[in-house]
Nanobody
Framework: QLQLVESGGGLVQPGGSLRLSCAAS????????IGWFRQAPGKDREGVLC????????HYADSVKGRFTISRDNAKNTMYLQMNSLKPEDTAVYYC?????????????????WGQGTQVTVSS
């Protein structure tokens, strides 16, 4: 069974940091394009950061440039989202996802496998 499981969400003050983890099981994450998406209350789910399967290209949402980074640990079959300088507008449910497509524009329809989501709340 192919599965992605997120962890690491929570409540953080503005300016703080969080690292989200997404562990894959049933498939080898290194062979897939990976991405993080988020959905704020009352808004559509949006792409935050994605790395294509082909490698060498990373898509950033303008709102997170310079603050968020995406990475993966192939030995642990896990991807991460490091979030720094968090703002209240970063509050959302964050989802990890994986795609077999070689290229990605960080769009929802490109991704086949999804985690269950983890809540991130940025508030003082």
């Amino acid at each position: 069974q192919l599965q992605l499981v997120e962890s690491g969400g929570g409540l953080v003050q503005p300016g703080g940091s969080l690292r989200l983890s997404c562990a894959a099981s049933g498939f080898t994450l290194d062979y897939y394009g990976i991405g993080w998406f988020r959905q704020a209350p009352g808004k559509d789910r949006e792409g935050v950061l994605c790395i294509s399967r082909r490698g060498g290209s990373t898509h950033y949402a303008d709102s997170v440039k310079g603050r968020f980074t995406i990475s993966r640990d192939n030995a642990k079959n896990t991807m991460y989202l490091q979030m720094n300088s968090l703002k209240p507008e970063d509050t959302a449910v964050y989802y990890c996802a994986a795609t077999e497509s070689w290229d990605s524009d960080c769009l929802l329809y490109e991704y086949t496998y999804w985690g269950q989501g983890t809540q991130v709340t940025v508030s003082s």
